[in-house]
């Protein structure tokens, strides 16, 4: 079984965009301890460093349902923003969803045209006088890359084939990412009083518990001064 998960900020904040790039975090400890195969697709990095506006995701097991029953949906984190101290909202939300048309994405190399030239230098000048540079062509969307890093015409040529997968699988997954995004976005807005999973503090803890006694001694006083108002 395969699925595509994309994690993203939809068109949140900045801060969603670091809470995006922590679920990444969380989401691949919890695939390894769940011995599930994934490979990052595609991500497209945030506004500032160690954040991430969205990560699409490849994931490979037998059965993926139990696993991702757990998460797809909305992610909430609750804590200040880390970006803006004053912000008054404490509450920052982020999708993870299931890209449907996962099999528009199958590449098969009986689709690639090759041809192999002469490599080139700089200025033009041969490097070599035999044909070891390969240009690969992806006859279904026209795409082409060109390899000669080798002097061995094999193994550009497995270059090509390397390089031309992740570019045609990248023009896939835009296209997708494209289709999908009115969906994701009404998922957010639908979906942020209904949270899969939280996270709180500025350590990202799940299931976060207040070990202090604040919340419960303001609790003690607010009803002891509601007594007083009833005595009175």
């Not at 079984?1 to 995006?20: A, D, F, H, N």
């Not at 969205?54 to 609750?78: E, H, M, Q």
């Not at 957010?188 to 419960?216: H, I, M, W």
């Amino acid at each position: 079984m395969e699925k595509l998960i994309q994690i993203t900020s939809g068109r949140g904040p900045l801060e969603c965009q670091w809470v995006t790039a922590k679920i990444l975090k969380v989401f691949l400890e919890e695939i390894k301890n769940n011995t599930i195969d994934y490979e990052i697709i595609h991500r497209e990095n945030g506004d500032e460093n160690l954040t991430l506006k969205s990560v699409t995701i490849l994931l490979k097991a037998k059965d993926l349902d139990p696993f991702l029953k757990t998460w797809l949906g909305s992610i909430c984190w609750t804590g200040k923003s880390t970006f803006r101290k004053l912000h008054k909202r404490s509450n920052w939300f982020i999708g993870v969803f299931e890209l449907e048309g996962l099999e528009k994405i199958n590449f098969n190399e009986k689709d690639i045209q090759f041809q192999t030239t002469r490599s080139q230098g700089s200025g033009g000048q041969n490097v070599n006088k035999v044909n070891t540079a390969v240009r690969a062509v992806h006859i279904p969307t026209g795409e082409s890359v060109f390899a000669q890093d080798s002097r061995s015409q094999l193994e550009n040529k497995k270059l090509a084939i390397m390089r031309l997968k992740e570019k045609v699988t990248g023009l896939y997954i835009k296209q997708l990412e494209k289709r999908m995004q009115d969906t994701w976005n009404n998922h957010l807005q639908v979906q942020r009083g209904n949270p899969v999973r939280t996270f709180s503090g500025a350590d990202f803890k799940k299931n976060y518990q207040d070990k202090s006694f604040k919340k419960q001694r303001n609790i003690l006083k607010k009803e002891l001064k509601n007594n007083r108002n009833d005595l009175n």
